[in-house]
């Protein structure tokens, strides 16, 4: 599987440079979240995006997958505290987001 | 002084009312519930299973039609069942399950199955988001786990 700093930087569309280091901030910061919720889906999203890269992946799957993430996001959120629903709000769906939005189309 | 005490019983009353009514947000262990959960998880499964291939390949859409409006019936006995228990936590999640077994269906309307990378990807979250649902089953009041 490919390295997520490789993957990003095959990506040279400077309109999304922002968001590629906010994608990558949240990535680091959610890989070493105590919740496995938000562990989990960081590890998933770096998979799939390496999946695409390697054309194991076509973007509209990928696109599927990180929408069906979201989907267990809001089951997840439904059985959590408030701080915990915020901060999955904060790092797993935008982090989702930014993938979803941005990185599967330009990879 | 009679008065005061008056007045402090319906404030006390007022206050452990409120609090009551705060407290019933969640309604205890159901196991029809549980079951449906279950149930839908291994249909859903199943679903997926049924119309993944190694590569793309044209599909019966009849069988996806007759598949998906039974797996539809499912769902809509659960979300009944859970609306008549007036748990809105319990209803939301049948319904995002629906919502995420609605997406699946909507993807082979496209005419395309799953192909093996991409069903093996999306099982794995379907079923961990049975479990986080069955999880919020199985936490409540009632339940022997």
């Given at each position: ?5 490789e ?22 910061e ?67 987001d ?10 | ?56 390949q ?55 199955n ?10 794995m ?18 339940s022997?786990?």
């Open positions: 599987m490919k390295d997520i700093n993957i990003l930087d095959t990506i040279k569309d400077q309109s999304i440079e922002e968001l590629k280091s906010e994608f990558k901030g949240l990535l680091k959610a890989s070493g979240d105590s919740l496995d919720f938000v562990k989990k889906s960081a590890a998933s999203t770096v998979r799939w995006l390496s999946l695409k890269a390697e054309g194991l992946l076509t973007e509209e799957e990928v696109k599927s997958l990180l929408e069906a993430r979201k989907k267990e996001a809001l089951v997840f959120m439904n059985t959590q505290s408030i701080a915990a629903r915020a901060k999955i709000q904060k790092l797993v769906c935008r982090l989702l930014i993938a979803v939005n941005s990185l599967v189309a330009a990879l | 002084m009679r008065k005061v005490v008056k007045s402090f019983s319906k404030i006390l009353a007022i206050s452990f009312a409120t609090f009551l009514s705060g407290c019933i947000t969640l309604s205890n262990y159901s196991a029809t519930s549980y079951e449906h959960l279950t149930q839908l998880k291994a249909y859903h499964v199943k679903f997926i299973d049924d119309f993944t291939f190694e590569l793309s044209p599909i019966d859409s009849l069988k996806v039609q007759v598949a998906a409006s039974a797996g539809d019936l499912k769902f809509r006995e659960a979300e009944e069942y859970a609306d008549g228990m007036k748990d809105g936590s319990r209803t939301f999640n049948i319904k995002v399950l629906h919502g995420a077994f609605n997406d699946d269906v909507k993807w082979l309307g496209k005419g395309q799953f192909r093996k990378t991409y069903a093996e990807e999306l099982k979250i379907r079923k961990s988001s049975y479990d986080q649902a069955i999880k919020g089953e199985k936490i409540r009041a009632g022997a786990d």
